[in-house]
């Protein structure tokens, strides 16, 4: 490995030993850079790797709230505001009881590269808390209610809208936080600011919010899939396909693969997966948005309740179905390992689309390149969400709203060019087809050079 590399590695490794998610990160880009950074003396005489590595800034502050039952209760918030060298830091906002540190130093490191290869000037930011809106702190097996989720909204907004603004830094959704927690946000920065501005995005379409935002993570993932099955003289049509997750980007991924003629054959959550042997029907997914949305209710009740599914406690979406054209993985980090990916490649997979951030295990990334079929890492393929949030504060900085015709076709341009981007920048370096190193090269550039031009800050 080269020598600039490795040394920063060590040090990366020394330094922050116990985030096992953000190591894993860093070292799934850093070993990928080898050629550009060999290519350019400018970037390791001016540090561009060790600054690279280090968050600009992290907040970490105390939320503390009002159950139902009156009694106090106190959650962890964060914000890392990782690289504003080419915009004010975006990236979304994370609510579950696995969120630390390392999770969300990942995520924004992610975001940075993510960000640059939509080609819109945004820079590398996450953030989120450890409070689970999905059980409620007074009775088991209940979720918060939608007062208990409003309270813990603005008290975490009340700490974290110090340090965020329309030209600074703009959270949107993540898991766990969708239209109502984007909602309660908002108001409360908006009264305490006493402003109207685009400090948010994933907003309802009543206050400022863009047309297709919800589904464009979902949609670009597979967008970008149709992009990579051209380069073959292939279409999505017809393919049989495995989708994990059911919530915002799996669910839309689902409605984009059943519209363009894909057979959708699992779905998952926490409590495991459906398998539909026939493909999950327009209005089968119609019913599982409501589900997931509205009754916010889990597959393993659904499954009882709904002819052609069948339901796996526990289980994941990868080993179900018995012949395989393409996986979306769209739940969560680490979802899928080697063992999963060995089953896929062994059942006619030759595709494999990531929605979600880091899904796919490195013993499983390392299967797919080995096996050359077309993979996509999430920075790439799921980075229309963010684009699409861009778009979404720039009709706000306009005071504009563009139709579902306008911001879908903007998307299928941006997922068209950072496709070609990461296709190109992987030729450039010899690795002609790898997405993985045209990705993290592409994204890592504009960067690192936006870097060089602003001096040592
Ligand atoms: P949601 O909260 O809407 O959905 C997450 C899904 O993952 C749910 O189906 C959830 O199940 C499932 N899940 C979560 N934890 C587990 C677990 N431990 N085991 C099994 N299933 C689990 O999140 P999103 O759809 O927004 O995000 C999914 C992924 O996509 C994340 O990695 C996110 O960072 C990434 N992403 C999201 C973007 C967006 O625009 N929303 C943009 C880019 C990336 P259940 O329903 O039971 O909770």
């Not at 959270?171 to 948010?200: C, H, S």
């Not at 179900?320 to 006619?348: M, S, T, V, W």
Request: glycine share 10%.
């Amino acid at each position: 490995m080269n020598k600039y590399i490795e040394t920063v590695l060590a040090d990366v490794r020394a330094k922050n030993a116990d985030q096992k998610e953000f190591l894993q990160a860093v070292e799934e880009v850093l070993t990928t850079l080898a050629p550009v950074i060999e290519a350019n003396k400018a970037y390791e005489e001016n540090a561009i790797l060790e600054r690279l590595v280090q968050p600009e800034r992290t907040i970490i502050f105390r939320v503390p709230w009002v159950d139902d039952k009156g009694k106090v209760r106190v959650n962890r918030g964060y914000r890392i505001q990782f690289n504003s060298a080419i915009g004010p830091y975006k990236g979304g906002l994370r609510f579950d009881p696995s969120v630390n540190l390392s999770v969300l130093k990942f995520l924004a490191f992610e975001q940075i590269f993510k960000n640059s290869l939509t080609t819109l000037p945004m820079g590398g930011g996450k953030g989120g808390s450890d409070f689970n809106p999905k059980q409620s702190p007074h009775t088991p097996g209940k979720r918060c209610s939608d007062g208990e989720v409003m309270r813990f909204c603005q008290s975490f907004m009340t700490a974290l809208y110090h340090y965020i603004g329309a030209d600074t830094d703009v959270p949107a959704g993540d898991m766990n936080v969708g239209g109502r927690e984007i909602g309660y946000l908002f108001g409360q920065y908006k009264r305490l600011a006493n402003e109207w501005t685009g400090v948010l995005t994933g907003k309802g379409l009543s206050f400022g919010g863009s047309l297709i935002r919800p589904e464009a993570t979902g949609y670009g993932d597979i967008y970008f899939a149709e992009n990579m099955l051209a380069k073959r003289g292939e279409t999505i049509e017809g393919k049989r396909c495995v989708v994990s997750g059911s919530g915002n980007v799996a669910s839309f991924a689902a409605e984009k693969l059943i519209a363009l003629g894909a057979k959708v054959l699992t779905l998952s959550d926490r409590s495991g997966a459906i398998y539909a042997k026939d493909g999950i029907s327009d209005n089968m997914l119609k019913d599982i948005m409501h589900l997931k949305t509205v009754e916010r209710g889990e597959f393993a009740d659904f499954a009882k309740k709904t002819k052609g599914v069948k339901f796996f406690k526990g289980a994941n979406s990868w080993q179900l179905a018995d012949k395989i054209d393409c996986a979306f993985p769209c739940a969560r980090q680490n979802e899928l390992n080697g063992e999963d990916a060995a089953y896929l490649l062994k059942h006619g997979c030759t595709l494999v689309g990531e929605g979600a951030n880091m899904p796919s295990t490195p013993e499983a990334i390392n299967a797919f390149l080995k096996a050359k079929i077309m993979f996509s890492p999430g920075k790439a393929s799921n980075a229309g969400g963010v684009a699409t949030s861009g778009l979404e504060m720039s009709q706000n900085s306009e005071r504009i709203s563009w139709t579902r015709e306008q911001v879908d076709n903007r998307l299928r341009d941006i997922m068209k060019a950072i496709h070609d981007n990461a296709w190109e920048a992987a030729e450039k370096y010899g690795k002609k087809g790898n997405y993985v190193v045209g990705a993290n090269i592409a994204g890592f550039t504009k960067v690192a050079d936006a870097m060089v031009a602003q001096g040592i800050c």
